[in-house]
């Protein structure tokens, strides 16, 4: 089996042995201890493996704290998992390697907190639209990053997709569809006639034909602005 399925079944598994993922419960299920306290910016949690500790930024949202805590743990799920480990150390090497850990443990993350049935459910009831970000944060009480992640992955037409915020627009977090090779990094602004800026400044959904901020690629857009942000999906083309 690849490794996003197995870090699928590991998530699930510890979702079910440890309900309700109360961020207590989330730290107890591997035995580790927690902390509080400021990180740099940018940086929302980490995992000290040799004292089995969990430190969280005590600045961000506690539905965010919470989506860190499940990053955490799957840390250790992996870190603690030969085969796995094994494996992604076969496929991957350098920051390539980085890149993938990283993106496995939010992969986890997600399922842990919003499991992937529910994501199917609600992409089978109303498309890939980027409302059901809201939707989804708003049912099952999960930060925005958590359902970004799930509904990249499990979209039925490859795409990405991001939240932006702030003047000028920026991205504040994005997630890929395994297949789709572009990315955009935290922090990535647009160009001041990008369809996300019109978004945001108009207040309007757009819908259109467009490319990622420095990319080449043509992606089929859907822009929701709300609440000072703008939530997209960048739908990879049907041909
Ligand atoms: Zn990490």
Do not use: W
């Not at 076969?90 to 986890?108: M, S, T, V």
């Not at 498309?127 to 990053?145: A, M, N």
């Amino acid at each position: 089996m690849s490794l996003r399925p197995r870090v699928i079944e590991l998530a699930k598994d510890y979702r079910k042995t440890h309900a309700p993922l109360t961020p207590e419960r989330l730290v107890r299920g591997i035995g580790a201890s927690l902390s509080y306290g400021k990180l740099p910016e940018g940086k929302f949690g980490a995992l000290v493996p040799e004292k089995n500790h969990i430190f969280i930024d005590q600045e961000s949202a506690p539905k965010r704290q919470r989506f860190t805590l499940a990053h955490e743990v799957m840390h250790f799920l992996i870190h603690n998992d030969d085969d796995l480990l094994s494996e992604l150390h076969e496929a991957y090497e350098g920051k390539e390697l980085e890149r993938q850990l990283e993106a496995l443990c939010n992969l986890g993350a997600a399922e842990m907190l919003l499991p992937g049935e529910v994501v199917d459910e609600a992409l089978a009831r109303k498309g890939q639209h980027p409302r059901l970000v809201l939707e989804l944060t708003e049912l099952h009480q999960v930060s925005e990053e958590v359902a970004i992640i799930a509904l990249a992955e499990r979209g039925p037409v490859p795409s990405i997709v991001l939240m932006a915020g702030s003047k000028p627009l920026r991205v504040y977090f994005s997630a890929k569809h395994p297949h789709i090779l572009d990315r955009v990094s935290r922090g990535t602004g647009f160009r001041r006639d990008d369809p996300l800026v019109v978004a945001s400044e108009t207040g309007l959904p757009q819908r259109t034909k467009t490319t990622l901020p420095n990319h080449a690629v043509p992606y089929t857009l859907e822009a929701y602005p709300r609440g000072g942000r703008v939530y997209a999906v960048y739908m990879e083309l049907q041909t």
